[in-house]
Nanobody, 118 residues
Framework: QVQLVESGGGLVQAGGSLRLSCVVS????????MDWYRQAPGKQRELVAT???????NYADSVTGRFTISRDNAKNTVYLQMNSLKPEDTAVYYC????????????WGQGTQVTVSS
């Protein structure tokens, strides 16, 4: 089993920054790529950023150049550095861990709220 705990959300003014953290515990050896998703009120959950076990990254067009995903394997933690925040970035942000042992198996955190005021 794998457990994920996100933190770092909060209220920030437009143009500000936040760094989200996702601490992974449990069967860490089974985890491959990690993702950050977000879900705004009334909208579907969307993929924001991905980082593979090798460190390759990918971003949604809406956050490219503003957000950076990284991972510290020694601390079992994945980060999402969010700069130049916009009101449309307001959402609950979720961390997702993908199993490298079983296709389609993944684990989710409980989410952390990010609110950007104009």
């Amino acid at each position: 089993q794998v457990q994920l705990v996100e933190s770092g959300g909060g209220l920030v003014q437009a143009g500000g920054s936040l760094r989200l953290s996702c601490v992974v515990s449990g069967s860490i050896f089974s985890i491959g790529a990690m993702d950050w998703y977000r879900q705004a009120p009334g909208k579907q959950r969307e993929l924001v950023a991905t980082i593979t076990s090798g460190g390759s990254t990918n971003y949604a067009d809406s956050v490219t150049g503003r957000f950076t995903i990284s991972r510290d394997n020694a601390k079992n933690t994945v980060y999402l550095q969010m700069n130049s925040l916009k009101p449309e970035d307001t959402a609950v942000y979720y961390c997702k861990a993908n199993s490298r042992l079983r296709v389609g198996l993944s684990y989710w955190g409980q989410g952390t709220q990010v609110t950007v005021s104009s």
